[in-house]
């Protein structure tokens, strides 16, 4: 990665890294692009300590203090953990922490615990016209299509259903899903190089079809809770449509605002 030199405009090192030169923006912000670009290419893996502010600033050809605010803002991001007295690392799925990121059903009482999950069905299909949209595919692109029964303490909780991209998920069998005992996004990060990094996600209330009811082992029409959510990697790429049916009788969706 070239460095910013003083006769180098920031804008020209961004545009010399290949990504589109801003008009403007901070020199901070410049430089997170710089990292994120070396965090996207895997310079430093997940779980690894990326270089300490000084040698970045030495880097970069800029302050210690840009540096560090950078990397405030890709903290804030989860993109990198700093560890007190021990340096910056980046972040992982595999981090106990990391796994209650994206979920967000809790129970009413008790400790949140991860579920256990049941593998219904898991197949290559050809991507609905919805599914493409979402995931920025062509209609008809091959996606691996993922149906699970999700329990905390045997009580069956959540349905979900997954699309992935086809070509990036290449290789991902339910056999390979059924022996991986950590969290998919933990699976998806170590051996299928694709690090989820943010998410949008709808909520609504539905009713439980029949279908989805027998697996969850209530009534049909018991009220649930319906989250559909696009999970985004590096680049704002869409790499995962996922649409979870909740059983809120004795958890609830919890979301901390700030």
């Not at 022996?179 to 539905?206: C, D």
């Not at 697996?215 to 029409?221: I, N, R, S």
Request: proline residues 6%; hydrophobic residues 40%.
């Amino acid at each position: 990665m070239n460095p910013v030199t003083p006769n180098q405009t920031t804008s020209d090192a961004i545009g010399a890294a290949g990504a589109p030169s801003p008009t403007f923006s901070p020199l901070y912000q410049q430089i997170k692009g710089l990292i994120t670009q070396s965090l996207q290419s895997g310079e430093w893996k997940p779980g690894e300590m990326i270089p300490s502010e000084v040698e970045l600033a030495n880097r970069f050809k800029v302050s210690q203090g840009t540096v560090r605010k950078a990397i405030d803002e890709l903290a804030a991001e989860n993109l990198v953990m700093r560890r007190q007295g021990k340096g910056t690392f980046v972040s992982t799925h595999h981090e106990a922490r990391a796994h209650f990121r994206f979920l967000r059903l809790v129970p009413d009482e008790g400790v949140p615990h991860y579920p256990e999950s049941r593998f219904i069905e898991v197949k290559r299909l050809r991507a609905p016209a919805e599914v493409a949209r979402l995931l920025d595919l062509k209609s008809g692109d091959a996606v691996v299509y993922i149906k699970r029964v999700q329990s905390f303490d045997n009580v069956p909780t959540i349905v979900e259903e997954l699309w992935l991209p086809g070509v990036i998920f290449k290789g991902l069998t339910a056999e390979r899903l059924n022996e991986y005992k950590g969290p998919m996004y933990g699976l998806f990060e170590s051996e299928f190089g694709t690090r989820m990094i943010r998410a949008e996600e709808k909520i609504r209330a539905v009713c439980a079809e029949e279908g989805d009811a027998a697996l969850l082992k209530v009534a049909a029409g018991t009220p649930l809770l319906c989250a559909e959510r696009v999970s985004f990697t590096y680049g704002d790429k869409p790499v995962e449509l996922r649409r979870g049916l909740y059983l809120t009788e004795r958890h609830h969706y919890q979301n901390d605002l700030s």
